[in-house]
């Protein structure tokens, strides 16, 4: 099958061209992002690959529909980006990879944690100068501390199973209770638990209409003094200005995130010889105690292995007219 590949890059192509080394399918490359502004370069491909940034909305999917598109292949877990009613009024079939590694999430989650709460970031650029001060490197144990997992799905039960190995008190929250993480020694949160427990909050919940800004200003308020959060999940979880005043009044002693709410602007491209014209971004990345990362939690081989196989896979299926394993539909 013919397939347009949005938003690829250099690092992947090897990844995908691997999985399609029977030569399967006819992969053609692109580095733009979906939208309304390029869905014409995807006329007369059978198959759509997209990635978390492209912009799958109800006219995109309108014009892929017109362009001959009947597949729109995820090449992430997250679908939040994907109007999946218009898809399903317009008979576009829409798979996502549902697992891949949750490892490479959470343990990359407690790289941040690891690195924000010990100041490895400064330390790091400290010694390149000479500066082998240790003002202002003062973190704490995660031993015994209290760890809230916000979403114990596969990525927050792996997350919350590398804590109890630290040594830390487990407490999650999620509408839909897990035997999973109850048998690996986490608890369940009672209403305020979150807020006024946690040492460290991390969110591995799903992008949706009740968890948008699920960290907010009033969260912040009634959440304990200097603890720490991070955010390997979706950026708009997060109310990004409300976090930048708890920064501010040293409500909240550190942030560590590989998601931002408007990172489909900056991310996954070097920027380094332009400005920078969001300035939340700027006053984020300028506090000590912020480590911002680009969407790069799920980046070890293993994942991108399984996400490049899994895709192709299901792009065979289509094709073949099998059931489609990794569909996801409007519920
Ligand atoms: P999952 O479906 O296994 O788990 C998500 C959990 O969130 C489920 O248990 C669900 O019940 C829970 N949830 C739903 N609504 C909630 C709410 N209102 N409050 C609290 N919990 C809620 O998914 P997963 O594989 O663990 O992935 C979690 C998220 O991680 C994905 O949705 C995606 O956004 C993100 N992710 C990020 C990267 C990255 O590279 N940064 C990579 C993969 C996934």
Avoid: W
């Amino acid at each position: 099958m013919e397939v347009a590949i949005f938003s690829s890059t250099p690092y992947e192509r090897k990844f995908l061209d691997e999985a399609n080394k029977a030569g399967h399918h006819k992969l053609r490359y692109l580095d733009v992002q979906l939208g309304p502004d390029t869905v014409g370069l995807a006329a007369g491909f059978g198959a759509v690959c997209i990635f978390v940034n492209d912009k799958a909305d109800a006219p995109t999917l309108e014009a892929l529909h017109r362009g001959g598109t009947r597949l729109l292949a995820l090449r992430c877990t997250g679908f939040n980006n994907v109007d999946l009613e218009a898809a399903a009024r317009l008979g576009i079939k829409v798979v996502r990879v549902v697992t891949y590694s949750p490892n490479s999430v959470a343990e990359f989650a407690v790289a941040l944690l690891l690195a924000i709460n010990r100041k490895v970031h400064r330390a790091y650029n400290r010694t390149r100068d000479s500066n082998f001060s240790l003002d202002g490197l003062i973190g704490f144990d995660l031993f015994g501390k209290t760890v809230a997992v916000v979403g114990t799905g596969k990525i927050g039960c792996v997350f919350a199973q590398i804590m109890i190995g630290f040594g830390c008190d487990v407490i999650g929250y999620d509408p839909y209770h897990s035997a999973e993480f109850e048998a690996l020694g986490g608890r369940y949160a009672k209403p305020g638990e979150i807020g006024s427990k946690a040492d460290i909050v991390s969110l591995h919940c799903p992008l949706t209409p009740e968890t948008h800004h699920i960290i907010n200003a009033d969260m912040l308020r009634r959440s304990k003094p200097g603890a720490l959060l991070i955010n390997t999940s979706r950026g708009a979880l997060i109310d990004t200005e409300a976090v930048i005043e708890a920064l501010k009044s040293g409500q909240l002693g550190g942030l560590a995130i590989d998601v931002y709410e408007q990172e489909s602007s900056l991310f996954f491209r070097d920027l380094s010889n332009e400005i920078i014209q969001d300035d939340v971004m700027q006053r984020l990345v300028s506090f000590p105690n912020v480590i911002v990362t680009g969407h790069q939690a799920y980046l070890t081989r293993e994942a991108l292995t399984t996400i490049c196989e899994t895709t192709l896979q299901s792009v065979t299926a289509f094709e073949k007219n099998e059931p489609l394993e990794n569909e996801v539909k409007a519920s």
